[in-house]
């Protein structure tokens, strides 16, 4: 089964930085692109970044763009998401996806991780 | 990045069907036939249950089908039973955006 595991998630400042991991396992982390999606408590998902199988095509949300930074070590098995200048909105369960195969959706979600800012 | 448009909640009686609706632009739902839904239960993360449109997952239950039309897209439940009671996303591919979620539709089965 295909597993994802969110980590580095927790209370930050407004203003401060967190570093927030993906653990992938059970399945070819290379050969997949992979997203970061958040959901801010009681709210609607926000889909947030994605990057490519190489990492060398990346895109980001109007709300998080020259904020936050999406990377990943293929040889790792593992995706991040660099998150500065932390604010009050960003308080959010954030997950990470992987994208299907056949392309433009997310089969499957890590457990999410919840980051919270708040003074 | 608006959300594309979804009714915060639909209900239906043990058997019966209902529909959700997601209403985008021309810009995503409009532009592509690549709308996905997911349904996610309290406190877990989303499952996904229909891609490109209208097709399934092979785990999931023909019970879920999907369809578009113009800048609508819709996702029927047929057969309700008490587990499908959920908050349900239809996701749009938006091109340059690239995606956009729905507003979200909580679905109580009655």
Known sequence: ?119 | QSALTQPASVSGSPGRSITISCTGTSSDIGSYNLVSWYQQHPGKAPKLIIYEGNKRPSEVSNRFSGSKSGITASLTISGLQAEDEADYYCCSYAGSRPYVFGSGTKVTVL
């Open chain 1, 1 to 119: 089964e295909v597993q994802l595991v969110e980590s580095g998630g927790g209370l930050v400042q407004p203003g401060g930085s967190l570093r927030l991991s993906c653990a992938a396992s059970t399945f070819t982390f290379s050969s997949y692109e992979m997203h970061w999606v958040r959901q801010a408590p009681g709210k609607g998902l926000e889909w947030l970044s994605y990057i490519s199988r190489s990492g060398d095509t990346i895109y980001y949300a109007d709300s998080v763009k020259g904020r936050f930074t999406i990377s990943r070590d293929n040889a790792e098995n593992s995706l991040y998401l660099q998150m500065n200048s932390l604010r009050a909105e960003d308080t959010a369960v954030y997950y990470c996806a992987r994208e299907a195969s056949y392309g433009y959706s997310f089969d499957y979600w890590g457990q999410g991780t919840l980051v919270t800012v708040s003074s």
